[in-house]
Each structure stands twice: as C-alpha cells, then as structure tokens.
C-alpha cells in the first residue's frame, strides 16, 4: 500500500471517529456492529480496526491508556494489524 493510501485511510478514521463522538447512540451502534461482525467472521484484523476508530471516538488513544494504566505505545502494539491480543483484555480497555 502507498502511503497516499495509508494517510487517506488515517484521516477517514479520525473523521469518522469524531463523528461518532458527536453522536453517542452511533457509536455505540458501531460497537455493537464491529462485536457481531467479528462472532460472526473472527476476522481479528478487521475487529482491530474498528476498535482503533473507537478508541479514537472516546478520546484518544492516550486517554486510553492512561485509564487502562498501559503505556501508549501497548495500545497501539496491540492495534496493529500483526498483533494479536487477547480480545477481552482489549475490550476491558476501551470500558474505561
């Protein structure tokens, strides 16, 4: 992937990120949309993904990690798309 492609995908996550934001019932639509997605094809990458633009709509990602009492630097090691973390510790974090 070029990085052309890789910064127009980071901006859409932040701007539909701070969408969600503005709307809590929509993020929480679009949680329980990547949770049933996920059960249904256990695709992790893609979960991953998703969760990214959450943490993202809660805050930030340092926010995140600093009420999950992890460094910044785990948060993003485990949404990379070649980590692969446990999903309930994940979920744990984003409950803060």
Same mark, same amino acid.
């Given at each position: 992937?070029?990085?052309?492609?890789i910064?127009?995908? =980071?901006?859409?996550?932040?701007?539909?990120?701070k969408?969600?934001?503005?709307?809590p019932?929509?993020?929480?639509?679009?949680?329980?949309?990547?949770?049933?997605?996920?059960?249904?094809?256990?695709?992790?990458?893609?979960?991953? =993904?998703?969760?990214?633009?959450?943490?993202?709509?809660k805050?930030?990602?340092?926010?995140?990690?600093?009420?999950?009492k992890?460094?910044?630097?785990?948060?993003?090691?485990m949404?990379?798309k070649?980590?692969?973390?446990?999903?309930?510790s994940?979920?744990?974090?984003?409950?803060?």
């Amino acid at each position: 992937m070029n990085m052309e492609k890789i910064l127009a995908l =980071e901006d859409f996550d932040t701007t539909f990120a701070k969408k969600l934001a503005a709307n809590p019932k929509h993020l929480k639509n679009y949680e329980d949309f990547i949770t049933k997605e996920f059960n249904k094809t256990g695709d992790i990458a893609v979960f991953l =993904e998703g969760l990214k633009v959450v943490a993202k709509a809660k805050g930030n990602i340092k926010g995140l990690a600093k009420n999950a009492k992890v460094t910044r630097k785990s948060i993003y090691n485990m949404l990379s798309k070649d980590s692969n973390p446990g999903v309930k510790s994940f979920l744990q974090y984003l409950n803060y």
